[in-house]
């Protein structure tokens, strides 16, 4: 009995073993996947991957499926073209002649007759239905758009354009196709048509703003003899000439101008925009940034100064971050003086203690206060009183890790400035140590490196700049070589 029991527990094990082993293939199978476990794909992408690639057999094939399932326009189209591109001309024709009868778009049958009798050879008869296609169409965006864009698809741009300036005459000026005009002007490269198109646009449509400026940047790519720029800067000023009220224009040639940095142009506007708009200051701060970026410091100082100039300044919000970017622009000029007068440092020592009067000495001043420990040092001599004002910077407890280390960095340099090594090494390697696989990191071992050349320590700097020069960054691996 007790061997009856044994063998009917194996037998009972073995069932379940083999129950389970069945259940994890029925849970891995999956209908949708082929034998090798990759997605299968449909019939439509399936047709279409046979057509472009040139299977016109295996493509009409599926399409013949496809849209005696489901007869849509899209598989109509695909399905036409392959009896065209086999050259089964009767098999297109009952097509096309089927497909008329069920959507009564006579237009649409004279339009794709014609593509037929042209790829036939039959280039006068083709020409004059293409002519009669477009005279029937009737006065609707939809058809004028769907006969326009056969036209397109088949490489016929004089077509399209003739089919679109019916279309404005029959809708009256409801509706005049701008956008896809413009298209088929890019297309043929006649930019200045383009730009009329997308700026008489503009005038009525103020949304269509940021569509307008990707497709003009799209342009200035192709616009090998820059045709675009200066005809669309001549427009646009001529346009808010004649139509001030029309902000747009403002709002497009500001975008311009900074594409181009002619900032002097950009400011203007942004002014401008602010002047008519009002609460429109922040374009002239964004731009103050984009300006000082590139290193126009005396422009940039003039767009801060209207911003903090104007009435309500001190109740906004980017009031104190203006307020710095200041006194950044103004100490950045005063460095690019190789020999700025006692004037010109006065004046910096002047700014300097108002404005930091004015924000105090916090995380949010931080750059004010490095600014400063640069001057103190560099312009008139005061070392210690540098050295203090970012020692107690550091202690700050409002500011973190990050925060802490460009401030240790440039602490680092004053100390071995003023002969204090070892402690400059010990910030540089602080930094370097908290952020070893970020740009400052490397940047601090790039110091420690050259500190240890100038105190002797030849080999272990080698090491430290052989290193470096695997740096990610390339600014500071060619620094390192």
């Given at each position: 009995?007790?061997i ?14 083999i129950?389970s082993?069945?259940a ?7 209908p949708?996947?082929?034998?090798i476990g990759?997605?299968k794909?449909?019939?439509?992408t ?6 472009t ?7 009409l094939v599926?399409?013949?499926e496809?849209?005696?399932e489901?007869?849509t326009?899209y598989?109509?189209k695909?399905?036409?073209?392959c009896?065209i591109?086999?050259?089964?001309y009767r098999k297109?024709e009952?097509?096309?002649k089927?497909?008329a009868k069920?959507?009564h778009k006579?237009?649409?049958?004279l339009?794709d007759?014609?593509?037929?009798h042209?790829?036939?050879g ?12 477009i005279d029937?169409?009737?006065?609707d965006r939809?058809?004028?758009s ?7 698809s ?8 003739k089919?679109?300036?019916?279309g404005?005459v029959?809708l009256?000026?409801?509706?005049e ?8 002007y ?6 200045e048509?383009m ?6 646009l ?5 949304v269509q ?7 003009i940047?799209?342009?200035f ?14 427009e646009?000023l001529?346009?808010i000439k004649k139509d001030s009220?029309?902000?747009?224009y ?8 900074i ?6 142009i950009?400011l203007?506007?942004a ?6 708009g009002g609460?429109e200051?922040y374009r ?14 005396e422009?940039g100082i003039q767009a801060l100064e209207?911003l ?5 300044a ?11 970017e200041?006194l950044?622009?103004?100490?950045k000029k ?19 203690n108002?404005t ?6 916090n ?5 004010a206060?490095m600014?400063?420990?640069?001057f ?8 210690e009183?540098a ?11 409002g500011?973190?890790r990050?925060?802490?280390a460009?401030?240790?960095?440039l602490?680092g340099d ?8 070892w402690?400059?090494?010990l910030?540089y390697?602080?930094?370097e140590?908290d952020?070893k696989?970020?740009?400052?990191g ?10 240890s ?20 960054g ?8």
């Amino acid at each position: 009995m007790k061997i009856i029991t044994i063998i009917l527990s194996i037998f009972i094990l073995l069932s379940l073993g083999i129950e389970s082993v069945h259940a994890q293939n029925l849970k891995t199978f999956d209908p949708s996947k082929n034998s090798i476990g990759k997605p299968k794909k449909s019939k439509q992408t399936l047709a279409v991957e046979y057509y472009t690639s040139g299977e016109y057999p295996k493509a009409l094939v599926l399409f013949e499926e496809l849209y005696k399932e489901n007869n849509t326009s899209y598989f109509y189209k695909y399905l036409l073209y392959c009896y065209i591109n086999l050259e089964e001309y009767r098999k297109a024709e009952r097509l096309i002649k089927k497909a008329a009868k069920a959507n009564h778009k006579h237009y649409k049958q004279l339009s794709d007759l014609a593509y037929l009798h042209q790829k036939k050879g039959d280039v006068e008869k083709a020409n004059k239905m293409f002519d009669e296609a477009i005279d029937e169409v009737p006065a609707d965006r939809g058809a004028i758009s769907e006969l326009a864009r056969d036209f397109r698809s088949r490489g016929q741009i004089e077509l399209a354009m003739k089919t679109y300036m019916k279309g404005k005459v029959l809708l009256k000026g409801e509706y005049e196709f701008e956008n896809d005009i413009a298209y088929l002007y890019y297309y043929l490269e006649q930019y200045e048509s383009m730009t009329d198109q997308y700026l008489n646009l503009l005038g009525k449509d103020p949304v269509q703003l940021r569509t307008i400026e990707y497709r003009i940047q799209n342009a200035f790519r192709r616009d090998k003899d820059d045709v675009i720029y200066p005809y669309l800067k001549r427009e646009l000023l001529k346009r808010i000439k004649k139509d001030s009220d029309k902000t747009q224009y403002s709002d497009l040639l500001l975008w311009l101008s900074i594409q181009r940095k002619d900032f002097e142009i950009a400011l203007i506007q942004a002014k401008s925009l602010d002047r008519r708009g009002g609460n429109e200051a922040y374009r002239v701060f964004d731009l103050s940034k984009v300006i000082l970026g590139h290193g126009e410091y005396e422009l940039g100082i003039q767009a801060l100064e209207y911003l903090l100039n104007l009435k309500d300044a001190k109740d906004q919000v980017y009031y104190p971050e203006a307020k710095q970017e200041l006194l950044s622009a103004r100490f950045k000029k005063l460095q690019q003086n190789s020999n700025p007068s006692q004037e010109d440092i006065a004046y910096m020592q002047n700014e300097f203690n108002t404005t930091l009067e004015e924000l105090g000495r916090n995380r949010y001043s931080a750059q004010a206060i490095m600014d400063y420990a640069e001057f103190l040092s560099y312009y008139i001599n005061k070392p210690e009183e540098a050295i203090m004002e970012l020692e107690n910077l550091i202690a700050n407890p409002g500011l973190n890790r990050a925060d802490k280390a460009p401030i240790k960095l440039l602490l680092g340099d004053l100390y071995l400035l003023h002969d204090n090594p070892w402690d400059a090494t010990l910030l540089y390697s602080q930094v370097e140590k908290d952020f070893k696989n970020d740009e400052i990191g490397f940047e601090a071992r790039l110091r420690n490196a050259h500190l240890s050349f100038y105190i002797g320590e030849f080999d272990w700097a080698k090491a430290q700049l052989d290193i470096l020069k695997a740096a990610t960054g390339k600014k500071i691996a060619n620094d390192a070589m």
